[in-house]
């Protein structure tokens, strides 16, 4: 049996990001939620080509799929996708935008609160499950959201800094108070040092998705 995809290591340890984000939250969200997707996308694409597949690719390639199997290899491939670019996304430490970055956050927003704004609202909007995303096209700067596994990198969109929505990620801590999660999050734990290099990789990423 191939087992090709693995539940990628949290860059901190499960309690670093308390009391924005629980122990508890993350035990779930990354223990039984992250691992599920990883586990049912092996299911999934056991002995068919996608098993050979880079993940990304796998998530471009079946993003606009009509077909119901192929669909599920999407919801779980970019679930895995996601939630790996999501827990890069915070850090317990005080980052900052480094000097490319901020010129680009006050190029498209103004400024920094601006932004934040901005991204916590798209978080607040998305109706039902989603993801809420800071993206960069040719290098501006743009919010973004996604229903469900969406994720702009399948529009071969460079990501910089995402937030998941899903009720699973917030729920333990704040219940139904999405935006209070939001708010939390956006003021503490942002990474903008995975930001600054992402947005350093533009050019590497649009070409990655354009093969
Ligand atoms: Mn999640």
New binding site residues.
């Given amino acids: 049996m191939s087992q090709p995809f693995t539940l990628a290591p949290l860059p901190w340890e499960e309690d670093a990001l308390a009391p924005v984000i629980s122990a508890r939250t993350i035990s779930f969200?990354y223990g039984k939620?992250?691992q599920a997707y990883v586990d049912t996308l092996n299911k999934l694409v056991e002995g068919s080509n996608y098993a050979e597949m880079k993940l990304e690719d796998i998530v471009r390639a079946t993003a606009k799929a009509t077909d119901k199997k192929e669909q599920t290899i999407f919801n779980n491939a970019g679930?895995v996708w996601?939630?790996d670019f999501?827990w890069r996304s915070l850090t317990p430490a005080r980052t900052e935008p480094d000097g490319k970055l901020n010129s680009a956050i006050a190029a498209a927003f103004g400024s920094r609160d601006e932004l934040i704004k901005q991204l916590a609202e798209a978080g607040k909007t998305q109706f039902g499950s989603g993801w809420a995303w800071l993206v960069s096209r040719n290098g501006k700067l743009e919010i973004a959201k996604t229903a469900n596994a969406g994720t702009p990198m399948a529009e071969g969109i460079n990501c910089l800094l995402t937030v998941?929505v899903?009720e699973?990620?917030y729920y333990l801590d704040y219940q139904n108070a999405r935006p209070k999660y939001l708010e939390a999050v956006l003021d503490r734990l942002l990474n903008w040092e995975f930001a600054s290099e992402n947005l350093a990789r533009e050019g590497e990423a649009v070409r990655a998705a354009a093969e």
Avoid: L, S, T
Wanted: glycine share 0%; aromatic share 18%; proline share 0%.
């Fill in positions: 969200h939620h992250h679930q996601n939630h999501y998941d899903w699973h990620a």
